[in-house]
């Protein structure tokens, strides 16, 4: 089973910084889209940064300007900067996976990020 693999996650105070990680298979890497959601308890998923299929990047109003999204293709693995955090980033972070000719996407396992005011 394919397996995206996330990390970075942890409890910060609002202002702070964290960096999430997310480590994929290179069949998956290469020709996926990559990207970051999150979901908080009673809400629908959300997207909060990807790559698009021309190479450019995608982020969310609530964190443009704050959040980056990185790639390093020698390692698979796709990053997600968050800078000038907020109590209301607190949720569980994904990472994504998709491609229009799958069938389905690929999700992580979720990474909690807590914002402390």
């Known amino acids: 089973q394919v397996q995206l693999v996330e990390s970075g996650g942890g409890l910060v105070q609002a202002g702070e910084s964290l960096r999430l990680s997310c480590a994929a298979p290179g069949s998956i890497f290469s020709i996926g889209t990559m990207g970051w959601y999150r979901q908080v308890p009673g809400k629908q998923r959300e997207l909060v940064a990807t790559?698009?299929?021309?190479?450019?990047?995608n982020y969310a109003d609530s964190v443009k300007g704050r959040f980056t999204i990185s790639r390093d293709n020698a390692k698979n693995t796709v990053h997600l900067q968050m800078n000038s955090l907020k109590p209301e980033d607190t949720a569980v972070y994904y990472c994504?996976?998709?491609?229009?000719?799958?069938?389905?996407?690929?999700w992580g396992q979720g990474t909690q990020v807590t914002v402390s005011s």
């Open positions: 790559f698009t299929t021309d190479g450019g990047t």
């Open positions: 994504n996976a998709n491609n229009k000719r799958w069938s389905h996407d690929y």
